[in-house]
């Protein structure tokens, strides 16, 4: 694996092998997976005693479960006596059970019933056979597990990340569609598509009508971030494509709507209540003022449709930034009231596929949340399923990005060092890890930010 060691701090040069090569698959399950923080589910997808949910992860299986006293535990997904899997899926259970033997054990992981234990005499005491745990917590709503037992805190993990975060109160949404695909593509391939906005100038022209596309992107100790300057304009066209005048009420209402239609995501029905709500005001309003009021209408449709809004400042709106990865495998753009998130895992040992999924939250009035908002699974072909045109977009690069990452030409990525520091920031840490074993980067040291 000689090429990890050309990684340097910017990763400005990232081996093609990091995505087409089997090793790094193999090194992913060894050194990546085990020993980090990664989301497996929300809370509100086990509500209570007894409700699991499965999480897999290359090798691994996870059963995250509501124990009786209302805590969350996780244990590794496999029965001590013949290596069954144990659970699968998501559901309600009162008690783990193998179905090949019959053993079982109580939500706390102990052993209540070993068919026909006179068999190993005093050979078998319960502390071999008790389902090994896995370190958990919460954060923004979503359960967390690590299988490292000696690993950091998710908090301490997580470092200044949380705390540019919280103010969003993620915890309080919930999920409003849900799809799932096996793409043609590595995992990371998957995720990186996601971590940038350089491609929007290109990918997603059609939104140069409505708004400056430049970004900047920045590292936050282990994570990462892609925002807007203060001073870009939304609601003019790109100076890409246009000298930036026209009617910027007009502007940002069809944004919003342009967003609606094509992506059903990072907007909503009383966002568009208020870029309606702009027109009436006059023609030649400032930029500043529009967005003012834009923001105070979006507050206002939300209260009267009973959605909460969280007390959350400008400041801290800047502060976060518009898109996050949270290392490793979790990407999301966040709004007061609303969540994009994409999760990417690896499929099998195939380093040419990965599971590939896309969920949006929005904050509800209390009692009105949506129940039970299932998967739409697209199987192996994500054109089966509606993405909408942003999404089928990206899907595109993904696809043909991977297949041309085998070419004998291409060597290395070049992540963009301004817009793009959210990627390379990624392959510093999960070079890191992933490496000759050394330390993994502190999650307290900030870049760019």
């Known amino acids: 694996m000689n090429e990890i060691s050309k990684i340097g701090v910017t990763a400005d040069r990232v081996p093609v092998a990091a995505y087409i090569s089997p090793d790094y698959v193999q090194l992913e399950k060894e050194r ?16 209570a005693p007894g ?36 659970t699968a899926g998501c559901g309600r259970m009162g008690k783990f059970h193998c179905k090949y033997h019959g053993w079982q054990w109580n939500l706390d992981g102990k052993p209540t019933e070993i068919v026909d234990r006179k068999d190993w005499g005093d050979a078998l005491q319960d502390s071999e056979v008790t389902l090994q745990p896995v370190k958990t917590a919460s954060w923004g709503g979503w359960v967390f597990i690590n299988m490292d037992p000696a690993s950091e805190s998710l908090e301490d993990f997580l470092g200044e990340a949380k705390t540019r975060l919280d ?35 290109t990918t997603h022209r059609q939104l140069l009508a409505y708004h400056e596309d430049y970004t900047f992107s920045a590292a936050v100790g282990r994570h990462a971030y892609f925002g807007y300057a203060p001073t870009t304009l939304f609601g003019l066209p790109s100076p890409r494509i246009s000298d930036q005048t026209g009617d910027i ?27 309606r709500r702009l027109l ?20 206002e449709e939300a209260a009267k449709a009973g959605r909460p809004f969280p007390d959350i400042t400008v400041e801290q709106l800047m502060a976060a930034g ?26 099998g040992d195939d380093p040419h596929k990965c599971i590939f999924e896309v969920n949006v939250m929005e904050r509800f009035a209390a009692g009105e949340e949506p129940k039970d908002v299932t998967v739409e699974d697209g199987g192996d072909d994500w054109r089966k399923l509606d ?9 595109q690069n993904m696809e043909d990005v991977q297949l041309g990452m085998k ?36 999650a307290g040291v900030s870049s760019n930010g």
């Not at 409700?51 to 029965?79: P, Q, W």
């Not at 993405?387 to 899907?395: M, P, R, S, T, Y």
């Open 322 to 347: 518009t898109d996050w990865n949270i290392f490793p495998n979790m990407v999301f753009l966040q709004q007061p009231t609303n969540v994009l998130s994409y999760r990417s895992r690896p499929f």
């Open 280 to 299: 009436d005001l006059p023609e030649n309003i400032g930029p500043f003022e529009a967005y003012g009021a834009f923001a105070q209408f979006h507050r």
């Open 51 to 86: 409700d699991f949910y499965t999480y897999d992860i290359a090798d691994e299986s996870i059963s995250v479960v509501r124990k009786l006293d209302g805590t969350i535990a996780a244990y590794h997904n496999v029965c001590p006596h013949r290596g069954r899997r144990l």
């Open 387 to 395: 993405w909408g045109l942003i999404l089928a977009q990206d899907f």
């Open 249 to 275: 009420r007009k502007g940002l209402y069809e944004f919003n709507r342009e967003i609606w239609d094509t992506l059903k995501a990072t907007t909503t029905e009383e966002m568009l209540a208020a870029g």
């Open 32 to 47: 990546l997976w085990p020993r980090v923080w990664q989301m497996a589910c929300r809370e509100e997808e086990i509500p």
């Open 407 to 442: 070419s004998r030409a291409f060597q290395a990525a070049r992540p963009n060092p301004v817009q793009e520091v959210e990627i390379s920031n990624f392959h510093r840490v999960y070079h890191a890890f992933i490496g000759h074993g050394e330390q993994a980067p502190a």
């Open 167 to 201: 103010p969003f109160e993620m915890d309080k949404m919930r999920y409003v569609w849900r799809k799932r695909v096996i793409m043609p593509c590595n995992w990371k391939t998957a995720q990186e598509a996601f971590m940038e906005g350089y491609h929007v100038q």
